[in-house]
């Protein structure tokens, strides 16, 4: 069975995304595989933040069951946090019977280690198989691709620095981070958020893409989704950008339908 994925560029739970995550409840009710007439069932976790601190960790668990639950649908938010808790079975069972797995925002280096070799892990795959939408905001939307940056202090450091203030990027010598291998659910792709805020193609240029690696770049307040086939569209107020080996830009505003041409897996 097909699954549908969405990547988001960040600010996911800010006023004026709600359109947005009503239109994924309705791309997760097209793909759920029981007709049973239960609400929506969203599994959250907010794995990838677990290194800024059980405040944070609850901050987003509690914005997750506010803003999505405002969908209408059932929010578990899971305090996956830790690898005992990304192997607890009933963290596990959740996440195999979601019709909506959303993986927040963080370190995507500190999602992936928690989250591998685990019973979590296993059923975000099992819920994959049987059509439920797989969904990433910012570093959980880059979890879900095939590389992205392990965020150093350094480089952290250099883009909140970046983020706050009124500087030009292109004038910015941001440091080159070491590339960590990914979830893989689309290989051969790094996604790139926050965009809008975030971006510079001297940084391209210099080594922030991978050789051969199709960069999927979004802007916050913007998601890029695929479902049924291999066409993706973007929803939200900004754009998506698409660079591929070519380094020649791609834009894509909402509403825009495209196509990655990547390998199936």
Not at 12 to 18: D, K, P, Q, S, V
Not at 87 to 109: C, F, K, Q, S, T
Not at 226 to 244: F, M, N, P, S, Y
Request: charged content about 20%; overall charge negative; hydrophobic content about 40%.
């Amino acid at each position: 069975m097909s699954y549908a994925l969405a990547l988001i560029g960040g600010e996911e739970f800010a006023e004026g995304f709600e359109d947005v995550h009503a239109r994924l409840a309705e791309v997760a009710y097209t793909h759920r595989y029981s007709s049973n007439g239960y609400p929506l069932k969203i599994a959250f976790l907010p794995t990838c933040a677990a290194h800024d601190g059980i405040e944070t960790v609850e901050y987003w668990c509690d914005m997750a069951r506010q803003r999505l639950g405002a969908t209408g649908a059932e929010v578990s938010a899971l305090r996956v946090i830790d690898h005992a808790s990304a192997d607890d079975p009933e963290n596990a069972r959740h996440i195999a019977e979601a019709d909506w797995v959303y993986l927040g925002g963080g370190y995507p280096h500190v999602g992936l280690s928690i989250l591998t070799g685990t019973r979590s892990l296993d059923a975000l795959y099992l819920a994959r198989q049987h059509g439920a939408l797989i969904a990433g905001a910012s570093a959980g939307a880059m979890l879900l691709c095939g590389q992205s940056w392990v965020i150093t202090s350094e480089l952290d450091e250099s883009v909140t620095e970046l983020m706050t203030g009124d500087g030009n990027p292109d004038e910015w010598d941001l440091p080159i981070p070491p590339f960590l291998d990914c979830l893989g659910l689309l290989p051969g792709t790094l996604l790139w958020p926050h965009l809008n805020r975030f971006f510079s193609m001297n940084w391209v240029e210099r080594g922030m893409l991978p050789p051969g690696c199709t960069m999927i770049g979004v802007d916050e307040q913007t998601a890029v989704v695929r479902q049924h086939d291999e066409t993706w569209q973007v929803l939200g107020k900004g754009r998506a950008v698409i660079i591929g080996s070519d380094r020649n830009p791609r834009v894509y505003t909402n509403g825009a339908q495209f196509s990655l041409n990547l390998v199936k897996i």
